[in-house]
């Protein structure tokens, strides 16, 4: 059975205090099995909210990006040692984000993806269509794209620390989320791109990710599409109760 995952993504967002807070308000709600929550902390957040996460089962922690390189002078950067020394199990990579205001491409990301994984953390890997892309019926071609570009230079063992974040566009922080069938149909060809590369087992050990506007209210319907295994939550991710909810739309 695949691990099921909903993952904040807190972006920009909150002081440390503040931050502190949420994470506690997080921590303290109820947890499900075979739920795993992630939360994707601004850097300097990592280490004092992973001392008060400790070593949980059901919560860990992702950077929401990191450098490929091992150290050296890359002035205001962070290295995947520096992440994983400070407790955090995961890094976010390619976010649209990313992608769009810091042009990261599929070339460098997938350099990063590398050394997380070498670096004994996990990727979790986004990737996902703009609004004309998909009016122009392209979206399964360039998500194909940037899977392959991004990823497919791992072996199967090192694709087995890949977490994949689906994220259209259009539907982040917009508040226009996907409807179930188009995440469904996007995430059953992602995964089909996987057993042509890796086989099939593997491909079923996937966790997919949908995210774009995930909210309490849309995400048991999302969740319940048979290639959907949890989200990436943006905004939804501030609020402790609703990403609580959000995590009990599994059950
Ligand atoms: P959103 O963001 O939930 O606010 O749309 C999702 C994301 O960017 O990961």
């Not at 947890?31 to 929550?37: A, G, K, P, R, W």
């Not at 520096?82 to 769009?100: D, F, P, Q, T």
């Not at 059953?188 to 590369?197: H, L, P």
């Amino acid at each position: 059975m695949r691990q099921f995952i909903v993952a904040g993504n807190w972006k920009m967002n909150t002081n440390y205090a503040e931050g502190l807070k949420l994470a506690e308000d997080i921590a303290s709600g109820s947890m499900i099995d075979n739920v795993l929550v992630v939360l994707g902390l601004p850097a300097t957040h990592l280490m004092g909210i992973s001392q008060l996460i400790g070593k949980s089962a059901s919560i860990k922690i992702a950077a929401q990006n990191c450098h490929y390189e091992k150290n050296g002078a890359y002035t205001g950067e962070i290295s995947v040692d520096m992440v994983k020394s400070v407790g955090a199990e995961y890094v976010i990579l390619g976010h649209s984000e990313r992608r769009e205001y810091f042009k990261e491409n599929d070339e460098l990301i997938a350099k990063k993806v590398k050394s997380v994984i070498e670096g004994g953390l996990n990727a979790i890997y986004c990737c996902g269509e703009k609004l004309p892309v998909r009016e122009a019926g392209n979206h399964i071609k360039l998500v194909a794209k940037q899977i392959k570009q991004g990823l497919f230079h791992l072996d199967a063992s090192d694709f087995k620390k890949v977490v994949i974040a689906y994220e259209p566009v259009w539907a982040i922080g917009t508040g226009v989320t996907a409807s179930p069938v188009q995440a469904q149909e996007m995430h059953y060809e992602i995964r089909q791109m996987i057993a042509k590369k890796y086989g099939t087992e593997v491909a079923q050990q996937t966790s997919i990710l949908y995210g774009g506007s995930v909210k309490p209210d849309n995400a048991k319907e999302l969740f319940m599409q048979s290639d959907v295994d949890g989200g990436l939550v943006g905004g939804a991710s501030l609020e402790a109760n609703g990403f609580l909810k959000i995590v009990h739309s599994f059950s």
